[in-house]
């Protein structure tokens, strides 16, 4: 337990070392672009993992919450009004999502969200009169939490790494919890959780109104990144890409979307550079990672080294009694 | 009067194209039980490969017709073989094949985006087809009858095919109850590949015939899905009247909505798929709940 604790803390202390380890201001932006998206692969985690719904619309909310930042600060209203009232416009269009989608599990829901996520995304591009279309919104400023600029990349990387680190632990709390067992007993067996007296949809209506605070956080965080906002955002290719995170990295794991994060916006800024074609190497990677390694980048590294470990155990004479254990 | 009357035609015609397009989709889905996320992309993938063979790049050109039946058994070639080389691998595992798929449109997106560049391109109507016919006081594009009479030709075909010969036989069996399918006997697994690349042919023929009207652009692929998808949820799965009625009231809402309230056509499209998952999640001709 001592060492389990250790190891959070020297991780903490690490990436809060980050900014001044690389001092880069574009590296240091690409680590706070890294921990925004863990935060969105967290919260779609919560529903492909652990519920085990697979939902690809979740750009969608995450937009939708962009847009309300967007358009309240353009209304005039502080940055305080305007973070508080996009996370309720992000919850608010949850609950419609999920008061749809959840009417089907598996494929069918798939299909769902996909259609609702391509909504938000159409409405986007062309109710014009509300979201300027194409053209986007500007954003001027950041917040300043408590008298703190955020307008440098450093300030703003540890606004965001607190930001983070609530929604882990949030996150992590929330699976160990009761209701995080249920919800996983929901994925795993419905009718028999149904049978036992659990209400299913209920469960799943509360980790997708989970799912979707964590989405709409992160993406208040990311328009005060960009500041700006597109209907780009939206995009199919934007649930895609948050989707490829939590797969690439291990769904129904807590370090899985981190690390899938991680990677993708890596791949996406470095590669990017390199590679003009980024959708291309996008749908070549989700096909390569889909057909050889389905279980995700964490767990199959864990099995690797549980395998590793036990070869070099192997070498050691070990009781009966104990190996019969 | 004018006015309605063209938007009348005009939605038919997208009508027709869609049922060409979501009758594939629907097939598929209801054998396979997978929403075939390349679809909208291989009607993309149509009209693009349709631009190439009528702008003579390859030295010669070819008559629309002819250019439009080529892609399609192009495009089917394709599907068959995506199904045969990327979701055989995964048989039996549907979210697995739904993310291939998905992968899959990325890649044909960007492809398309590599070969034919980020411009749209408009194809010229086929020749003998630019005339217009009168409608009392209005003025009917020829060629959009045309189309409407293709996907009549193709709906009766296809209706044909499915209760009149044996491989339809074979088709309604797995759609319906795959596993009493396999033990009596039909071999699932081929009717996978070739209502696969029927599915993708029907697309990219879809993508040539509508080529003149919508023009070919980057994104396309990602205009046309949600559409299919939405006739679908609309007429129920593996129901090809469903896709047609489907497609017929999706043509209309689409048309008017773009015309009457052109900031919320799209909102206005999914209004009535959210009605139908409400209240009656099987579709309007669907036999098994989406």
């Known amino acids: 337990m001592i060492g389990r604790n250790l190891a959070i803390a020297a991780a903490i202390i690490a990436l809060a070392a980050v900014p001044y380890a690389i001092r880069e201001p574009y590296y240091v932006n690409v680590a706070s672009q890294i921990l925004l998206y863990a935060i969105f692969a967290l919260g779609l985690n919560i529903l492909v993992g652990y519920a085990g719904l697979v939902s690809l619309g979740h750009a969608g909310l995450f937009g939708v919450a962009s847009y309300a930042v967007a358009s309240l600060l353009a209304a005039g209203f502080g940055h305080t009004i305007a973070i508080v009232g996009a996370l309720v416009v992000g919850l608010t269009f949850t609950a419609g999502f999920a008061a749809l989608a959840l009417r089907a599990t598996g494929i069918s829901f798939i299909m769902i969200t996909l259609a609702l996520g391509e909504i938000l995304w159409g409405l986007a591009y062309r109710w014009i009169s509300l979201t300027n279309g194409d053209n986007g919104i500007n954003v001027s400023g950041r917040p300043k939490p408590f008298g703190i600029a955020l307008t440098s990349a450093n300030a703003f990387y540890d606004a965001t790494l607190i930001i983070f680190l609530v929604a882990v632990a949030a996150v992590a709390i929330f699976v160990r919890s009761p209701f995080g067992a249920t919800l996983c007993g929901t994925r795993d067996q419905p009718r028999r959780m149904n049978a036992l007296g659990y209400h299913v949809w209920m469960i799943r209506f509360g980790a997708f109104m989970f799912s979707g605070l964590l989405t709409s956080v992160a993406g208040v965080l990311f328009v005060y990144y960009n500041e700006f906002i597109s209907p780009q955002t939206l995009a199919l290719t934007a649930s895609a890409e948050a989707l490829l995170m939590v797969i690439s990295g291990g769904a129904g794991t807590l370090l899985g979307p981190i690390v899938g994060a991680a990677l993708v916006v890596i791949m996406k800024n470095v590669v990017s550079a390199y590679v003009v074609r980024w959708n291309f190497m996008l749908g070549a990677i989700f096909v390569a990672i889909v057909i050889f390694m389905p279980e995700g980048l964490v767990p199959g590294a864990a099995r690797l080294f549980r395998s590793a470990v036990r070869m070099m155990s192997r070498s050691k004479p070990v009781p009966v009694v104990e190996r019969m254990s | 009067m004018t006015f309605w009357v063209l938007l009348t035609v005009n939605s038919v015609t997208f009508g027709g194209l869609l049922f060409l397009l979501s009758a594939g989709f629907s097939l598929i889905f209801g054998l396979m039980r997978i929403p075939n996320l390349t679809h909208g992309s291989m009607f993309m993938l149509g009209a693009y490969l349709g631009t190439t063979f009528f702008s003579g790049a390859l030295g010669f050109t070819v008559n629309f017709w002819v250019g439009a039946i080529l892609t399609g058994l192009e495009v089917a070639i394709l599907g068959a073989l995506m199904e045969r080389l990327l979701l055989r ?128 652009y980057p994104g396309l692929d990602q205009d046309m899905l949600p559409l299919a998808l939405v006739v679908v949820i609309l007429g129920g799965t593996g129901s090809l009247l469903g896709s047609f009625v489907g497609s017929i009231i999706v043509g209309f809402i689409y048309n008017f909505g773009q015309a009457l309230v052109p900031e919320l056509a799209y909102f206005i499209l999914f209004l009535p798929m959210v009605l139908v998952l409400v209240l009656r999640p099987q579709g309007l001709f669907g036999g098994q709940v989406l």
Do not use: H, K, N
Not at chain 2, 192 to 216: K, R, Y
């Open chain 2, 89 to 216: 691998r995964l048989a039996g595992q549907q979210l697995a094949q739904v993310l291939v798929t998905l992968g899959v449109s990325f890649m044909v997106a960007d492809f398309c985006l590599m070969g034919w560049g980020g411009d749209p391109i408009s194809v010229a109507t086929p020749a003998g087809l630019g005339g217009f016919v009168r409608v009392g006081a209005a003025a009917a594009p020829l060629y959009r009858l045309a189309i409407i009479v293709i996907a009549v030709i193709f709906a009766i075909a296809l209706w044909l095919m499915l209760e009149r010969t044996r491989l339809g036989a074979m088709i309604r069996a797995g759609v319906d109850d795959p596993q009493m399918a396999r033990v009596v006997g039909i071999r699932v697994s081929q009717l996978f590949t070739l209502v696969f690349g029927l599915g993708a042919g029907l697309a990219g023929f879809a993508g040539v015939i509508g080529s003149p009207i919508l023009s070919v």
